[in-house]
T-cell receptor
Framework: DTGVSQDPRHKITKRGQNVTFRCDPI?????LYWYRQTLGQGPEFLTY????????KSRLLSDRFSAERPKGSFSTLEIQRTEQGDSAMYLC???????????????FGAGSRLTVL | DAKTTQPTSMDCAEGRAANLPCNHS???????VYWYRQIHSQGPQYIIH???NNETNEMASLIITEDRKSSTLILPHATLRDTAVYYC?????????????FGKGTHLIIQP
């Protein structure tokens, strides 16, 4: 399967601990996105990479959050000193540089669900 | 990005066509209309997109009004597996992040 892979699928942690999520995008896609989704809401944009460069960060991405994509392939999203409010689904998506028909179609992974106790 | 308005929820009988409306009255000329859906506990799935013309693929049809201020996603023969939250998004192509801004979408429930 050549879709977007995310790991782990589920993570339960205690408040104050650090957690890290990994995303493996579709191999030929050089754009990678992180989103967060809380219960009953649509996904919210967090950050975006083109190759290894992080080009945009949302105001939602506090200084406890850091994302990397060191070789322009997989990406990690780390949350330090987790808080209960960080409990959410963390979604990764990827897209090619130039979408067909001039549009930009994102392919999403299944997400990593974080529960902070 | 233009804001979209969708009904919170809709019901449709299995086997019938599901017609999901979306209003985007402030859409700009270079903004595409995208539709994604999200089945419970999965990531969003791309369905279809369009700029001006109506579009059809193996999943659905997209009808965009001539003034582009609204659109309708049509699932021609809904099945129980089509129960999901459907998101209508408008976004300019090119420049910036091209990330998509999701609203709350329409919760479509297919009734047996």
């Amino acid at each position: 399967d050549t879709g977007v892979s995310q790991d782990p699928r589920h993570k339960i942690t205690k408040r104050g601990q650090n957690v890290t999520f990994r995303c493996d995008p579709i191999s030929e896609h050089n754009r990678l996105y992180w989103y967060r989704q809380t219960l009953g809401q649509g996904p919210e944009f967090l950050t975006y990479f083109q190759n290894e460069a992080q080009l945009e960060k949302s105001r939602l991405l506090s200084d406890r959050f850091s994302a990397e994509r060191p070789k322009g392939s997989f990406s990690t999203l780390e949350i330090q000193r987790t808080e209960q409010g960080d409990s959410a689904m963390y979604l990764c998506a990827s897209s090619p540089t130039r979408g067909f028909s001039g549009a930009n179609v994102l392919t999403f992974g299944a997400g990593s669900r974080l529960t902070v106790l | 990005d233009a804001k979209t308005t969708q009904p919170t929820s809709m019901d449709c009988a299995e086997g019938r066509a599901a017609n999901l409306p979306c209003n985007h009255s402030t859409i700009s000329g270079n903004e595409y209309v995208y539709w994604y859906r999200q089945i419970h506990s999965q990531g969003p799935q791309y369905i279809i997109h369009g700029l001006k013309n109506n579009e059809t693929n193996e999943m659905a049809s997209l009808i965009i009004t001539e003034d582009r201020k609204s659109s309708t996603l049509i699932l021609p023969h809904a099945t129980l597996r089509d129960t999901a939250v459907y998101y209508c998004i408008v976004r300019v192509s090119g420049g910036g992040a091209d990330g998509l801004t999701f609203g709350k979408g329409t919760h479509l429930i297919i009734q047996p």
